[in-house]
């Protein structure tokens, strides 16, 4: 797997470039158009990097793991009748993290557009963004040995 590495664009079509090379060359490594690379976008300004929201530090105290198993329950008591049937714990963490809720997990998207959403979302759009490319394909090769992206729900 590659490092992680980090570039500084000055010029929109430069940056622009730079993410259309990246995903031509996950498709051209997986010789399949459509091979997906993940997106994330958040403000510079934070300085969290690609730190969970359960592990950044809240307003009053910081979160620990074990406040997500707190978290769990009460967002699945609370949400009662009105969350879908036949959730498991990772649709649920999914629910919490759309909603909100500080979990382990991190939002990536197949969609360029809505990484850079959400990096601009905050009010102090004249400052640096970040924006990062995920090869998943690479990731799970590295992490579990399977060259894929795997559908949980087949």
């Known amino acids: 797997m590659e ?3 980090e570039t500084h664009f000055r010029d929109w079509g430069a940056f622009e470039d730079a993410v259309a ?7 051209h ?4 158009a459509s091979a997906v ?4 976008g958040q403000g510079a300004g934070g300085g969290y990097g690609l730190t969970p929201s359960l592990l950044r530090p809240a307003a009053e105290r910081w979160y620990t793991p ?4 707190e978290l769990f329950y009460e967002f699945q008591s609370r949400g009662g009748a ?3 049937p036949g959730l498991d714990s990772w649709d649920l963490l999914f629910l919490m993290r759309h909603h909100g809720a500080p979990t382990r997990l991190l939002d990536w998207s ?3 557009a809505a990484a850079l959403f959400f990096a601009l979302r905050e009010e102090h759009a004249e400052r640096d963004l970040d924006l990062w ?5 690479a990731l799970n090769s590295a992490a579990c040995g399977v060259d894929d992206v795997l559908d949980v729900r087949t």
Do not use: C, Q, W
């Open 21 to 27: 090379n990246t995903v031509a060359a996950v498709k």
């Open 29 to 32: 490594r997986r010789k399949s």
């Open 110 to 112: 197949e969609g360029f």
């Open 133 to 137: 490319l995920l090869d998943p394909y």
């Open 66 to 69: 074990s406040d997500e198993h």
């Open 3 to 5: 490092p992680m590495t």
């Open 37 to 40: 690379v993940f997106f994330r």
């Open 82 to 84: 009105i969350l879908p």
